[in-house]
């Protein structure tokens, strides 16, 4: 019997038994739609998770601060003068950077600075942080530019403003917020504040800014300098979308550096540290510093190199990795559960097999009887229960996908890129799972109908 013939057969016996094949192909599209939609929601949730770590600064980054610190490098004393009791603070300068970019496997370490400013264009105002970082950092860390450029190399200070500050920007005279205030949630109005094109006048000094005029004596205070600084671009996005630095202005850290020199001109540079004496020093210590790693199986290696050297290393690794465990213990839960309707179709296949044996007694010896090989009776039981397999999976895997659809349409104000996504190897996966499990299901029916007798078969009624 050659193979179209025995797919004919197949074919053929299971459209004369229209109904019954109906319903056994429909067990099999619910177990597929169920194992392809719960294993789908393990891996949504897990890439839901992997992009939320990318957008608190990926997964082979890592922040180094100072010591003890917990934040800032340079507030918490931690090493130790062997000839004295003095304990001398771990600060983050320019050598520590040097010697951060010359450790093995690092192939980006930028020193990281950040000043709170207050900011006013009319009469709109807004405070938020100004974070410098050098020019290989900023070129390096894939920030889209929605306007303008990214900052430039240079001495004069200019700013390139995240997505969502725009909607921070509150009336200076009334204290409303038109974005937080407005009427209307779902198109929220925003401040008419061109951070491009319109001049910004920057304060630096936040304890003038915040003093109310006057000092503890009830002094007046004289109003806090302002200082014109330019934008040079604004990040892509819109105002509620947010990621690592949409919340925060970037510039050139030595542009900065040089900025802050020149408004404090001596006095302490606010969140710089100061010596014995109260003077503040000369040099402008970082915050902390943003490092790079060039694979994440060398991440814990230069962590625990860094923190050799004194310093706190922080990084999404730890995160990741009980993120991971977590949606592979999802996956394989809603995976088990989705299995067990594929097991109840499995035994829906065997059983419209097995009852198709009964029916089909005489008929099957007098094919044995007319010399028919005993592998093609098999075979053809086994095209039945393949054929079966395969409708099922092919209809299951298009119920799968709407049902995909409508999760992530629901789900949509909290998980934007999606609950449920089927990849293009979980859609290939689940066919050829549909079609083993079907010939799985007919493989004992086949071999009962090889070998029954064909006496006895024709005598049967």
Known sequence: MSVVDLLKMSLSSLWRRKLRTILTILGVVIGTASIVVMISLGLGLNRSMMEQIEE???????????????????????????????????????????????????????????????AKQGVWENTFNIQGMSQEALHKMNLEVGEGTLPPEGEELQLFYGNTLIRDFYNAKTGQNPYWESPDPENPQLADVDLMNDPMFIIFDMDAYWGGGTDENGNPLPAPKKYVVPACGVMAGK???????????????????TQLRKVF??????????????????????????????????????????????????????????????SRSIQAALGGIGAVSLFVAAIGIANTMMMSI????????????????????????????????????????????????????VAKETYYAGISYIPFYLSGMAMIFAVIIGMMAGLFPALRAMRLSPLAAIRNE
């Open 358 to 409: 009964y029916e089909r007694t005489k008929e099957i010896g007098v094919i044995k009887v007319l010399g028919c090989d005993m592998s093609a009776i098999r075979n053809m039981f086994l095209a039945e229960a393949g054929f079966t397999g395969l409708i099922g999976g092919v209809v299951g895997l298009a119920l799968s996908y709407g049902i995909s659809s409508i999760i992530n349409f």
């Open 265 to 326: 001109k001596g006095k302490q540079i606010p969140g710089q540290p100061t010596n014995k004496s109260g003077k503040p020093y000369k040099e402008i210590y970082y915050d902390r510093a943003y490092i790079r790693v060039d694979d994440i199986n060398h991440m814990e290696e230069v962590q625990e190199a860094i923190r050799g050297m004194g310093y706190q290393a922080e990084s999404n690794a730890e995160w990741m990795e009980q993120t991971q465990e977590q």
């Open 56 to 118: 608190y600064g990926g997964i082979t980054t890592i922040n180094v601060y100072g010591g003890d610190s917990g934040y800032y490098g340079y507030e918490v004393a931690v090493a130790v003068d062997s000839d004295s009791e003095q304990q001398e603070p771990v600060r983050i300068d320019d050598a520590a950077i040097e010697a951060f970019s010359q450790m093995e496997h690092v192939e980006l370490a930028s020193p990281v600075l950040s000043i709170y400013v207050a």
């Open 239 to 257: 105002p509620d979308e947010w990621s690592e630095y949409s919340y925060t202005a970037l510039c050139d850290v030595e542009a900065l550096k």
